[in-house]
């Protein structure tokens, strides 16, 4: 096995830099007042603390680099001098430090905004990909469901038919019903990938359609024993969308809340403008809506797989696994953003960010 | 009208024409099967009275598109009431039996409403 310098000083930067400076120390002390270059050989420590520590990791060693310094010449020199030479180094540590804390900076984020971009990438090709395969079967399923509940209703509506003949047969019916829903969904959810950003959407009044989605999840929220209150913090925001597109962004966000709290509890909606870094960094406006339950929360194994399709930790006939993936469509296809905080036994919040028109 | 109204059902699946033709039947004791676009365009071609048909097609079909044969046999020969039965439509679907003036019933559907979609077919011509 090989260790490499970088690795063992990115572990352990603290005592890699102590031992550095000491190193350099003796160096400076042996050298002598000749040899000027080895004060030069501290930025290699500075540089360490800097970079796996930040800027004031950096000024600390800095502070500490030109304090020896000071101190072994002030063996061989007058303090005056010592001193104004400890003072010029501690200046030019000081810049240094400072340029590389930016520059680290800068790095992180970038990289930080490429791994975003990549895993948006990725997530995007995989719905594609699901997206083609969605709509062939789904053209496909429609005339054998059909044939099916047509049967099954013809045995229903039969007077031939025996009791049990005729339950079974609605038993039969409520299921191709299901099935329906599940492909009807599915294609949803496919068809996004055709008109995203294509066509120009008109502007819309994003409180109208949130407000739309929490009047008509109203009484399915009060036979669950829950509420939803909604919380309106700007006077008018214009975003371009479709209007049931948002409505049906916000009311799946709702819906998840709503069964994540079976115990009752309150599913807030709110929506505000705000200032955020977009899609590519650089801060702009957006109309926000936040939607946030008292319920269960979200395993950790489980936040990162919550926006695939089919994911669910739902009961069979709750949901198909799709909601939060149409939601994540629509959302990313708006120019929009959506995040998600979570605390288990405490609730979830979703926050979605879309531009402003 | 100038005499019993043929009902016309093409769709390449045989349970699916004999689904239509039970449910229709009471109305429509008349019914004749096509199993493809092409076996529709003829049947049509020979028929010269659309006032005296009632037609339910598919829209993917072997041969020809059932749209593309109604929409040409139509500009020949008058509009008939039409039903379109096709599986989870998209908007382009749905434009095109706009335009022909036809009745959409998305698949699966129910028989009140392959009833119903037939009634509203014909409230269109009337």
Known sequence: MTLRVPTVVACYPWPATVVLVLLVASLDYASGLEITFVELMYLVPLAFATWFRGRSAGLATAAAAAAITTAITGDEISTHAAVLNGLGALGIYAVFVWLLAALQVHVEREAERLRGVTDQLRHAERLNVLGVLAAGVAHELGTPLNVISGAAEMLEEDPGSPARTRELSRTVLNQTTRITAIVQNLLDFARRGGNALTKVKPAIELQVAVSTAVDLLAATARKRGTTIELVEGAPSLAVRANRQEVEQVVSNLILNGIQAMPHGGHVTVETRSEQHPGRDGRPRTFGTIVVEDQGRGIAESDLPHIFDPFFTTKDVGEGTGLGLSVTYGIVTDLGGMIDVATEIGRGTRFVVRLPLA | ?126
């Open chain 2, 1 to 126: 009208m100038t005499g019993v109204v043929q009902l016309v059902i093409a769709d390449d699946d045989p349970d699916m024409r004999a689904l239509v033709r039970a449910t229709l039947s009471p109305e429509y004791p008349h019914a004749v099967e096509v199993v493809d676009g092409r076996d529709l365009f003829w049947h049509l071609v020979r028929q010269h009275t659309p006032q005296d048909l009632v037609i339910v097609a598919d829209v993917k079909m072997p041969a020809y598109d059932g749209l593309d044969v109604l929409d040409a046999w139509q500009e020949e020969h008058g509009e008939a009431p039409i039903v379109i039965i096709t599986a989870f439509p998209d908007d382009a679907v749905r434009e095109r039996v706009e335009r022909l003036g036809a009745t959409l019933l998305p698949k699966p559907f129910s028989r009140a409403n392959l009833r119903a979609a037939v009634k509203a077919a014909q409230a269109k011509l009337a």
